[in-house]
């Protein structure tokens, strides 16, 4: 099994409605992290978490909110989706920070 | 805003030759490594190399470190078609948790 999962895998949804992206892992790590990435730009940071009780924005955390629901659970929501924030988005965790992170398989996400 | 930049940002090379892509940033760091991605996939670690080290290999990887020069090179010998794909560097910098990474050498090793 995966070690860092993402749900849903793929998703189109409208302008307006709220989206919620979750990111699971097995690999007892406290860091958390949420990236999008589109062609040409590289990886963002929208927001981090180091602990249940530590969320951090990111360079990009405009539009969207996190949950740390336990140290194992990360979701990310677009609280109302436009065009714009159609893009790939990573789940990532570390052990250590900044040392090597481990990245889910990615949630492509449309929005009409 | 970006820290690392790629350099180049597309390479395209036969089977059996090297691939050599650089990486420039800008400002201190703890460490500095590179992560493969497979079109659309996800992110995979190679390499980090510290702020304290020049040289350091993993297989067919060999990354150097110039922090005089802020840059990094990462090079892959002998490439294989399964080596197609974009490659990221990432800085860790110092005081600050998180990794900041370029915008990726797309590369591709033609059969």
Not at chain 1, 14 to 35: A, F, N
Not at chain 1, 63 to 84: C, T
Not at chain 2, 61 to 89: E, G, H, N, P, Q
């Amino acid at each position: 099994d995966a070690d860092v999962t993402q749900t849903p895998r793929n998703r189109i949804t409208k302008t307006g409605k709220r989206i919620m992206l979750e990111c699971s892992q097995t690999k007892g790590h406290d860091r958390m992290y949420w990236y999008r990435q589109d062609p040409g730009l590289g990886l963002r940071l929208i927001y981090y978490s180091f602990d249940v009780k530590d969320i951090n924005k990111g360079e990009i955390s405009d539009g969207y909110s996190v949950s740390r629901q336990a140290q194992a659970k990360f979701s990310l929501s677009l609280e109302s989706a436009i065009p714009n924030q159609t893009a790939l988005y990573f789940c990532a965790t570390s052990d250590l920070a900044p040392d090597e992170q481990f990245f889910g398989p990615g949630t492509r996400l449309t929005v009409l | 805003s970006q820290q690392g930049e790629e350099d180049p940002q597309a390479l395209s090379i036969q089977e059996g030759e090297n691939a050599t892509m650089n990486c420039s940033y800008k400002t201190s760091i703890n460490n500095l490594q590179w992560y493969r991605q497979n079109s659309g996939r996800g992110l995979v670690h190679l390499i980090l190399i510290r702020s304290n080290e020049r040289e350091k290999h993993s297989g067919r990887l060999r990354v150097t470190l110039d922090t005089s020069k802020k840059s990094s090179s990462l090079l892959i010998t002998a490439s294989r078609a399964a080596d197609t794909a974009s490659y990221f560097c990432a800085t860790g910098q110092g005081g600050s948790e998180k990794l900041v990474f370029g915008k990726g050498t797309k590369l591709t090793v033609n059969p």
